[in-house]
Nanobody, 125 residues
Framework: VQLVESGGGLVQPGGSLRLSCVASGPVIDISGMYWYRQSPGTQRALVASISNAGFTDYTDSVKGRFTISRDKTRHAVYLQMNNLKSEDTAVYSC????????????????????WGQGTQVTVSS
């Protein structure tokens, strides 16, 4: 099972990007999903989350600019980022509570936490 992010890149201040994170492998369902970011010299910080019930939450600095969404049929979570600022520059990665088979020989579902490698977002003129 992997979480693979895409959609990062270089964008000018005020621009937009849409990040995607797709869970691949023997995934039965996605539960809570999270977007984190980390810039050089700082700790990894939670940016946005969406619960299994669909409730969303954001760190204050991105409220009104970022939107987290998901597509359970695609085992995917997205982060729409608008009005980007230079301080949004970071490596963005997703974490997920995924429902997966317990093992190769035990198909019973259980929830396991996974994380991706990240995608670089650079906001600069």
């Amino acid at each position: 099972v992997q979480l693979v992010e895409s959609g990062g890149g270089l964008v000018q201040p005020g621009g937009s990007l849409r990040l995607s994170c797709v869970a691949s492998g023997p995934v039965i369902d996605i539960s809570g999903m999270y977007w984190y970011r980390q810039s050089p010299g700082t700790q990894r910080a939670l940016v946005a989350s969406i619960s299994n019930a669909g409730f969303t939450d954001y760190t204050d600095s991105v409220k009104g600019r970022f939107t987290i969404s998901r597509d359970k049929t695609r085992h995917a979570v997205y982060l729409q980022m608008n009005n980007l600022k230079s301080e949004d520059t970071a490596v963005y990665s997703c974490d997920g509570d995924l429902v997966v088979p317990r093992s190769d020989t035990d198909p019973h579902p259980h929830v396991q936490h996974f994380w991706g490698q990240g995608t670089q977002v650079t906001v600069s003129s």
